[in-house]
């Protein structure tokens, strides 16, 4: 599982920023990392 959140939720510091997290195994961590850079360009 990954999980986004936007940097804001942490504190102004945080504004324009996205915090991930994930708990799965390197290579399904792989694979969304890169579905994710496909999806932003």
């Known amino acids: 599982m990954v999980a986004a ?3 804001s939720a942490f504190g102004p510091g945080g504004a324009g920023h996205v ?3 994930y708990a799965a195994s390197r290579e399904r961590l792989a694979e969304a ?3 994710i850079e496909k999806m932003l360009g």
Do not use: M, N
Request: hydrophobic letters at 35%; glycine letters at 12%; a positive charge.
């Open 33 to 35: 990392l890169a579905r």
């Open 5 to 7: 959140t936007p940097g």
């Open 19 to 21: 915090r991930i997290s």
